[in-house]
C-alpha cells in the first residue's frame, strides 16, 4: 500500500520543523504534494494530512472500529490523564461523551452568561486608558476565571487562588517551541527535581491533583443540589448502567475542561481582538451591530449576525487546533483514492482545509463576510474538529467569545499600537498569537443608540 508523497527532509527534521514552524511546513508540503501528504512525527508510524473536503468527509464518516483515536493523543496524557475525553475509544469514550455533553448545551450553558459577562467587566476595568496591554494575559484571565466558575463554581478563596495561578504555571511550562519538545520527545522526561522542566512539571502536576481531589472530596462530603456548576452535574450524572463517574475519571474530565476549556478559548479572544482593530471597517460594522442591539438579551446577543461571522472568521484564518485528533487505521480503509494498512495515522488538516482558495477565496485575507454568504459543511469548516471526536465545548465556546466581545466592545475603543507584528506561533500543542502589549484603551465606549429594553 503506497503512502502520499513526503517532504524530501529527514523524519527527524520533519519532527523539529513541526515543533517550530507547523505553518510552513504544512504549506510547503502541501504546495509540493496536493490535499494529501505524508509527515513521520513519531518514531514508528506515518501520520498523513488530508485536506480534501471529500476525504475529510471518509476520514469522518468511516465506521468507528475502522479507527481508533486513543493512541494517538498520548501526547497529553502527561497533562490530561488517560480518562481524559480527547484519549478515551470506542464505548467508553462514548459514555463519557454522553456523561459530559449535557452542562455545555441549552438552558443550562446560558445559565453562565451573567458569570461571562461579569468577569470580563471586572478585567476590563484594570485597563488604564492611554496604556498599552497585554491581550493575551487578559484574556487567559477571562477565560481561566469563567472556567473556574462555570465548571467548579468556585469565585474566591485559597483553592480558587492557588488553582488559577497553577494552571498557569503548568500550561507556561510547554508555552514555547523548546518546552514543547517534553511533549514530542519522552527521552527529554528526566526528573533531576524541580530545576528540570519535567521535574518542575511533575510537581506542579502533583499540586494541581491535590487541588482537585480535594474539591471533590468536599463536594461528595458536602452535596448541594442547587448548585449548577459543571462538577456537580458531572457528579450527578449516571451512564445506562446507574454508574457514577469515579474520582480519578472526575480528575482527568476536570483536567481536561480547564485546559483545554480556557487555553483555547484564550488564543481565540486575543486574534478577534487584533482582526477586529487591525481592520477599521470589521470594527466599524461590529460596534454598529453591538450600538444597534443596545443592551437586550445576551442570548439575543449571541445570535447577531456579523458577531458569529466575526468570531467564525477568527477560526478560520488561524485555527487553534491546528489538525483533528489523529485516527489510527485498525484494518484496511480507503480514503481520497489511496488504501492505507493498519497502524496509519490519519489527520484532517484544518489549518490547510480553511485555507483552500477553492472554498475561501482570499484565504489570506480576514472577512467575515464569507460567513453571511454561504453556509459552509462540516467537512470544509471544522475548527472544532469533527465526527465524534468534535469538541465537546464547542457551543460554550462561541457562547463565551461572543459574550466577551460585545461587552469589551460595548464598553471601551480600542487601537492597535501602531506597527507592532502578531503573528501564528506554536504554544502547547496549538496555534496561537504571540504576546506583547499591542492594544492600547483609548476612551471609555459612548453609543448614540438607546438601549433595548429587557
Known sequence: MKLPDSPQIPKFMQLVQWIYQPLQLMEASAKAHGDSFTLWLTNKQPMVFLSNPQAVQQLFTAPLEQLDAKASAQILQPLLGENSLLLLSGETHQRQRKLLTPPFHGDRMRAYGDIITNITKEVISTWKLGQPFSVRDSMQQIALRV??????????GERYNELQKRLCDILDLTASGLRASLSFFPALR????????????LRQREEIDQLLYAEIQDRRDHPDSSRTDILTLMMAARDENGEPMTDVELRDELMTLLIAGHETTASALTWALYWIHKLPSVREKLVTELDNF???????LTRLPYLTAVCQETLRIYPIAMITIPRIVQTPLEIGGYQFAPGTMLVGCIYLMHRRPDLYSQPQEFQPERFLEKQYSLYEYLPFGGSNRRCVGMAFALYEMKLVLATVLKNLDLALVDNYPVKPIRRGVTLAPSGGKWLIATAQHQTTKNPIEV
Do not use: M, R
Not at 147 to 156: D, M, P, R
Not at 294 to 300: K, P, Q, R, V
Open 147 to 156: 472556567i473556574l466558575q462555570a465548571v467548579f463554581g468556585l469565585s474566591e
Open 294 to 300: 443596545g443592551d437586550g438579551d445576551l442570548n439575543e
Open 190 to 201: 528526566v526528573d533531576l527535581g524541580h530545576w528540570t522542566p519535567w521535574g518542575n512539571f
